[in-house]
């Protein structure tokens, strides 16, 4: 059985930084594609950013554009987490976040409140 828990959200003022993370039972997270979304009060999921399978050359990651520059995903395979890592936060960044692993595994989302 699969297990997603994020942890790591809280109250941070505008500029501030987090760091999320997401641990894995049941599946080994360098194995999948795993990706952090959010989701706003009133507003869809979005997604934010990705982390490829490891390959020969390693992962690749992506990003959303309102984050990109600000966040950074990366993963721990001997942890098996996948991390967070978010700088110069803004109140728009406001939101529960998830993860997700290869498009069908969620964890219950962690709270992020961005405001002074």
Known sequence: ???LVESG???VQPGGSLRLS???SGLTF???STKWYRQAPGKEREWVA????L?????SASYSDPVKG?????RDNAKNMVYLQMNSLKPEDTAVYYCNAGGAYWGQGTQVTVSS
């Open 30 to 32: 360098s194995t999948y």
């Open 9 to 11: 959200g809280g109250l």
């Open 1 to 3: 059985q699969v297990h």
């Open 50 to 53: 990705a982390i490829s399978p």
């Open 70 to 74: 600000r966040f950074t995903i990366f």
């Open 55 to 59: 390959g020969r050359a390693g992962s």
């Open 22 to 24: 997401c641990l894995a």
